[in-house]
Nanobody
């Protein structure tokens, strides 16, 4: 069915930037929301940002101004631009797709972002 593959993670110094990408394969026969979540060691998975098919974005309050979510021209892609990275941003970042009209809930396997001080 639907596969989500994240890329772009890696090791970066504090203050640096990374852009994460998520590519969805397979057809998504619904209106859907794409988003990024992250999970740090010992913590719950938390929302980073979401974007609707209409381009409406939602961010975790603590990340506003540093992270930007966007969709590519191909609607099966989503990006997360991460600026001014901090060590506390270290986590596995997961791509997610949720259906709006038709139920869907798909997750990627995650990409690790490590921010060194």
């Amino acid at each position: 069915q639907v596969q989500l593959v994240e890329s772009g993670g890696g090791l970066v110094q504090a203050g640096g930037s990374l852009r994460l990408s998520c590519a969805a394969s397979g057809y998504i026969f619904s209106t859907f929301v794409m988003g990024w979540y992250r999970q740090a060691p010992g913590k719950q998975r938390e929302l980073v940002a979401t974007i609707t098919s209409d381009g409406i974005t939602n961010y975790a309050d603590s990340l506003k101004g540093r992270f930007t979510i966007s969709r590519g021209n191909a609607k099966n892609t989503v990006y997360l631009q991460m600026n001014s990275l901090k060590p506390e941003d270290t986590a596995v970042y997961y791509c997610n797709v949720k259906g709006v009209v038709i139920y869907m809930d798909y997750w990627g396997k995650g990409t690790l972002v490590t921010v060194s001080s």
